[in-house]
Each structure stands twice: as C-alpha cells, then as structure tokens.
C-alpha cells in the first residue's frame, strides 16, 4: 500500500451540493439484505419469493429436527 495521497477523479460537472449524506440508510439497514446466488441456484430459485419460501420450508425442518433430537 503506497503511502502517497489518492489522486481527485470527481468531474467538474458532478453536483451534490443539494444532496443529503445518509439520506436513506436507517430505511436501507432496517429493509435490506442482499444475498449473490450461484449460478446455478439461481437457475432454480428466480425470484425472493421462491428463495424465501425454500428457506422458510428448510428452517421449519431444521427447527423440528432440533426439537426431536433433544
């Protein structure tokens, strides 16, 4: 790692000095998790809807494989 400073790469034309810093960051944090699916997961499973119910199906599994083995 080099010790000397970053070189400035913003444009002239870029503007935000009406912009607001964090504007949407306790929305996004509170609503958002986003997962990369391998390709070929992603060949089965095309949208959160179907991700969603495969893993709620695997939990409830997991849950009473949980409760049994005790």
């Given at each position: 790692?080099s010790?000397?400073?970053?070189?400035?790469?913003?444009?002239?034309?870029?503007?935000?000095s009406?912009?607001?810093?964090?504007?949407h960051?306790?929305?996004?944090?509170?609503g958002?998790?986003?997962?990369l699916?391998d390709?070929?997961?992603?060949?089965?499973f095309?949208d959160?809807?179907t991700?969603n119910s495969?893993?709620?199906?695997?939990?409830?599994?997991?849950q009473?494989h949980?409760?049994?083995g005790r």
């Open positions: 790692m010790n000397e400073p970053e070189q400035d790469t913003m444009r002239s034309e870029y503007d935000f009406s912009g607001a810093r964090g504007k960051h306790e929305a996004y944090r509170e958002t998790n986003v997962v699916l390709p070929d997961v992603a060949e089965v095309k959160s809807e991700v495969a893993l709620r199906t695997l939990a409830r599994i997991a009473a949980v409760r049994i």
